[in-house]
């Protein structure tokens, strides 16, 4: 048979501490503190072990210790370290940690932190393409906190993430909504109004999404109306462009307008996906552009 490991030896302490029941001389808390001290230690050794589900779950039981003794702080630091453990392969059961942290941290009125959390979660449904949708609506939640902490740089990030996800799961009218929410916040500031003419070409390119040119060329004229840079940037020359090749059928001119602007700016995934699309309903019989 072979020898416990450090990891094993540690959890079956925890695990008798925990089940323990308490003496004269001990109260409840005492108990639960020793056992969540020695489930940290358990998790630890099992993480030096590269056994990370394991040590999650260890994480988990210190938080439920830690609960036990009304330590609320090290509670949702306990689950946030279970998350980080679960993070190593096992997605589900860290979102699962990250939920239960952040519900610790609001009770706290951490909500600051609680965005970073949250945003985590959003990362993790994308990056493991589990759930668009909720990943979107993770993101409009840690932007929301973001945004009532006043960190209003990183609200608008989290805010362009949804609309980006509004527009992968064609919800195009959330999606121009935010990113005129997002450019309107970015105007005010010499930082971000750099990237504002970025937040209205993908709000010009949703409505062409959605087969409304019209709705596209009155946006354009809002949009100049709030900056009146913005008509001689290459992102409105590139979407009127797009507009006057969509208006005519007229496939070459769509495509020579993207490869023209793709020659300076080169065209990242998502605005690859949603031109694709766009081309496809102004001839569907035509092979699309790479």
Same mark, same amino acid.
């Given at each position: 048979?072979?020898?416990?490991?450090?990891?094993?030896?540690?959890?079956?302490?925890?695990?008798?501490?925990?089940?323990?029941?308490?003496?004269?001389?001990?109260?409840?808390?005492?108990?639960?503190?020793?056992?969540?001290?020695?489930?940290?230690? &358990?998790?630890?050794?099992?993480?030096?072990?590269?056994?990370?589900?394991?040590?999650?779950?260890?994480?988990?039981?210190?938080?439920?210790?830690?609960?036990?003794?009304?330590?609320?702080?090290?509670?949702?630091?306990?689950?946030?370290? &279970?998350?980080?453990?679960?993070?190593?392969?096992?997605?589900?059961?860290?979102?699962?940690?990250?939920?239960?942290?952040?519900?610790?941290?609001?009770?706290?009125?951490?909500?600051? *932190?609680? &965005?970073?959390?949250?945003?985590?979660?959003?990362?993790?449904?994308?990056?493991?393409?589990?759930?668009?949708?909720?990943?979107?609506?993770?993101? /409009?939640?840690?932007?929301?906190?973001?945004?009532?902490?006043?960190?209003?740089?990183?609200?608008?990030?989290?805010?362009?993430?949804?609309?980006?996800?509004?527009?992968?799961?064609?919800?195009?009218?959330?999606?121009?909504?935010?990113? *005129?929410?997002?450019?309107?916040?970015?105007? $005010?500031?010499?930082?971000?109004?750099?990237?504002?003419?970025?937040?209205?070409?993908?709000?010009?390119?949703?409505?062409?999404?959605?087969?409304?040119?019209?709705?596209?060329?009155?946006?354009?004229? $809002?949009? *100049?109306?709030?900056?009146?840079?913005?008509?001689?940037?290459?992102?409105?020359?590139?979407?009127?462009?797009?507009?006057?090749?969509?208006? &005519? $059928?007229?496939?070459?001119?769509?495509?020579?307008?993207?490869?023209?602007?793709?020659?300076?700016?080169?065209?990242?995934?998502?605005?690859?996906?949603?031109?694709?699309?766009?081309?496809?309903?102004?001839?569907?019989? /035509?092979?699309?552009?790479?």
């Amino acid at each position: 048979m072979a020898p416990k490991s450090n990891a094993q030896s540690l959890l079956e302490k925890a695990d008798k501490k925990a089940n323990s029941s308490t003496g004269w001389f001990s109260s409840s808390s005492t108990k639960y503190e020793e056992a969540g001290d020695l489930y940290q230690q &358990a998790a630890n050794a099992y993480k030096l072990d590269k056994l990370f589900k394991e040590a999650g779950d260890c994480f988990a039981r210190e938080a439920e210790c830690r609960e036990n003794c009304k330590e609320d702080n090290e509670a949702a630091n306990a689950w946030w370290n &279970a998350a980080k453990a679960y993070k190593r392969g096992y997605p589900q059961q860290a979102i699962e940690a990250l939920s239960q942290t952040i519900s610790r941290l609001t009770k706290l009125g951490r909500f600051r *932190q609680a &965005a970073d959390r949250e945003k985590e979660i959003g990362q993790i449904y994308l990056q493991e393409g589990i759930d668009l949708r909720k990943a979107c609506e993770s993101y /409009e939640r840690a932007g929301d906190w973001y945004a009532q902490e006043d960190a209003t740089a990183t609200a608008n990030q989290c805010y362009k993430d949804a609309a980006d996800l509004h527009a992968d799961l064609e919800e195009y009218p959330q999606a121009i909504a935010r990113y *005129q929410e997002v450019a309107n916040a970015s105007l $005010g500031s010499a930082l971000t109004k750099y990237s504002v003419k970025e937040y209205w070409l993908r709000a010009g390119l949703c409505a062409l999404a959605m087969n409304d040119p019209v709705q596209a060329r009155r946006s354009i004229q $809002g949009y *100049q109306a709030q900056d009146m840079a913005f008509g001689s940037t290459r992102e409105c020359k590139f979407l009127i462009a797009l507009i006057e090749s969509f208006e &005519a $059928g007229d496939i070459e001119g769509f495509t020579g307008a993207v490869v023209e602007f793709d020659q300076v700016t080169k065209l990242d995934n998502w605005k690859t996906n949603i031109l694709l699309k766009i081309k496809r309903d102004v001839q569907s019989d /035509e092979p699309g552009f790479t």
